[in-house]
């Protein structure tokens, strides 16, 4: 049977697209990776240990009130020097010194019996057992009295220490609830930044240590800090430990304040670096004439502005960046560009 010629023409046309399509597979494969490269740089390379903190006085207590009852009258006093012991605040105490009236009244006819019956046993016209008892009387009554009294001393909060005033809040008139705090009282300096370290970072810590901080509030200055403390003990919910580190004097952070801490573990001066996102590991690509070649590198502090090479790597090969997780060793690349450290 003889083919027709329109069915040679589809055969025709058949070879020749999967001859192109088979062309275009194998350019493909052929076709060489493009990468962009970096060229590893010498800098200081610093181990970091992250917490956030704020700023605190050194010296300072809280002031609240340990009733709960309406504020009748304050002081304003906010940013003023106060004396050990002055008064800051009075709350409503009318409850409190009836209590107390009632208790005196008690307190003087009891003291009234005992005198009567004090000259009655002299007179032998009452018994011992008598005066013994109006005497016990009295003296729980005076106990009452002289509880109650110091009880009226809880209505007056004052200063516990010589200090600033650095924040009061509530308002007269206002019900002054139990554990609310009032007043702040302390010096304005030196300051402190409080911070929680996680309990994993906490033995690389150390009193003396380097801080740098970064605060929104000075997004353009360098702030610095030290160790200043770590206390002895963690806590076991947070897994974390209160790090203290101490401002110096002239430092614009105020009380209150919140701010980054990296405290500097280690600093390793004019070492040669690359950027984290180069590495998978230990591993990175480097360009070798037209090739990806892989290499196992060894490295020292990893920060987050770069990655301490200490060796397998010089200052003049092209490093991969970032890590290319789909070349294959040997992989025939093309150079797009160099990026910027």
């Not at 002289?146 to 809880?154: E, M, Y």
């Not at 906490?202 to 702030?223: M, T, W």
């Not at 502090?301 to 290319?324: C, F, H």
């Amino acid at each position: 049977m003889k083919e027709s010629p329109l069915r040679r023409i589809r055969w025709t046309v058949g070879i020749v697209v999967v001859a192109a399509a088979a062309a275009f597979g194998a350019w493909n494969l052929w076709q060489p990776a493009k990468v962009s490269v970096v060229t590893p740089q010498r800098g200081d390379a610093a181990e970091i240990v992250y917490a956030s903190g704020s700023v605190e006085p050194r010296t300072w207590a809280k002031v609240t009130p340990v009733v709960r009852e309406r504020i009748v009258e304050q002081c304003n006093c906010e940013g003023s020097r106060v004396a050990q012991g002055d008064v800051l605040a009075r709350l409503d105490d009318s409850e409190a010194r009836a209590v107390l009236g009632e208790l005196e009244a008690r307190q003087a006819l009891a003291q009234e019996e005992l005198r009567r019956l004090t000259v009655l046993a002299e007179r032998r016209a009452a018994s011992q057992q008598a005066l013994d008892r109006a005497q016990s009387e009295l003296g729980q009554i005076e106990a009452l009295v002289a509880g109650q009294k110091a009880r009226l001393d809880s209505y007056v909060l004052r200063a516990p220490s010589a200090g600033v005033v650095l924040r009061q809040d509530g308002e007269v008139g206002e019900v002054a609830e139990l554990g609310t705090v009032l007043f702040w009282v302390g010096e304005p300096k030196p300051l402190l930044v409080v911070a929680e370290v996680n309990e994993e970072d906490i033995p690389r810590v150390e009193v003396g240590q380097r801080a740098l901080l970064k605060s929104d509030a000075f997004p353009r200055q360098n702030l610095e800090a030290v160790v200043d403390s770590i206390t002895p003990k963690g806590d076991p919910v947070t897994k974390t430990y209160r790090v203290r580190f101490r401002l110096p004097d002239d430092t614009p952070l105020r009380i209150g304040m919140s701010t980054d801490v990296n405290i500097v573990i280690r600093v390793s001066k004019n070492a040669l670096l690359i950027p984290p996102v180069a590495v998978d590991g230990n591993k990175v690509f480097v360009v070798e004439a037209d090739k990806a070649r892989r290499h196992e590198i060894r490295t020292g502090i990893r920060g987050t502005n770069g990655i301490e090479v200490l060796s397998a790597l010089d200052e003049r090969a092209r490093v991969v960046s970032p890590y290319p997780a789909d070349l294959t060793d040997g992989a025939r690349v093309s150079i797009i560009g160099a990026q910027e450290r």
